[in-house]
T-cell receptor
Framework: DQQVKQNSPSLSVQEGRISILNCDYT??????FLWYKKYPAEGPTFLIS?????DKNEDGRFTVFLNKSAKHLSLHIVPSQPGDSAVYFC????????????FGRGTQLTVWP | DVKVTQSSRYLVKRTGEKVFLECVQD?????MFWYRQDPGLGLRLIYF???????EKGDIPEGYSVSREKKERFSLILESASTNQTSMYLC???????????????FGPGTRLTVT
């Protein structure tokens, strides 16, 4: 049973606009959430994370929002650039599980000029 | 800079062959992980290890085994390869003692395995 869900397999956005990628989770014991970006034929790379005690974390063009009551987080990319086209994975961590991350299935973001 | 390397980028094997995928990390990380990535299914955890000679099953361990004889090296073994094991295999590592609270995983470049 998937504990982290990304319900949109794909998203298409025009360059310069905002990209919003969504993620839902079911386990209230998760204490950290991470976003990874993956280009074809490469391994995923870490993008940004947020602790469960915060509701927002910002790093340049990337901002992650956490709504604990709704068990929902989102990644905002502003402004979107063609180089942002990649698969984005949401992941969650539970402190007691030896560093294991629970991944969503990913969302393919395409940014067109 | 953390570096995770995988022994091959591309591999073609025949059904029934025994296949070894090797992963090496250079940051003295305690935790190592093997995933497979398939279209529409995301990253699925096969096995992970939190110490030398220790291993834990992930979500899809059937048909696979692992070996961790040294801290820096984690091997994935397909005992008898089958066509449904054709996939992208990704290795990752992370540290229990990192200064960050999130156990950020560092991934290798992946091995594209084709079983014919």
């Amino acid at each position: 049973d998937q504990q982290v869900k990304q319900n949109s397999p794909s998203l298409s956005v025009q360059e310069g606009r905002i990209s919003i990628l969504n993620c839902d989770y079911t386990n209230s014991m998760f204490d950290y959430f991470l976003w990874y970006k993956k280009y074809p034929a490469e391994g995923p790379t870490f993008l940004i994370s947020i602790s469960s005690i915060k509701d927002k974390n910002e790093d340049g063009r990337f901002t992650v929002f956490l709504n604990k009551s709704a068990k929902h987080l989102s990644l905002h990319i502003v402004p979107s650039q063609p180089g942002d086209s990649a698969v984005y994975f949401c992941a969650a961590q539970r402190g007691s599980t030896l560093g294991r991350l629970y991944f969503g299935r990913g969302t393919q973001l395409t940014v067109w000029p | 800079d953390v570096k995770v390397t995988q022994s091959s980028r591309y591999l073609v094997k025949r059904t029934g062959e025994k296949v070894f995928l090797e992963c090496v990390q250079d940051m003295d990380h305690e935790n190592m992980f093997w995933y497979r990535q398939d279209p529409g299914l995301g990253l699925r955890l096969i096995y992970f290890s939190y110490d030398v000679k220790m291993k834990e099953k992930g979500d899809i361990p059937e048909g696979y085994s692992v070996s961790r004889e040294k801290k820096e090296r984690f091997s994935l073994i397909l005992e008898s390869a089958s066509t449904n094991q054709t996939s992208m295999y990704l290795c990752a590592s992370s540290s229990l003692t990192s200064g960050r609270a999130a156990y950020e995983q560092y991934f290798g470049p992946g091995t594209r395995l084709t079983v014919t």
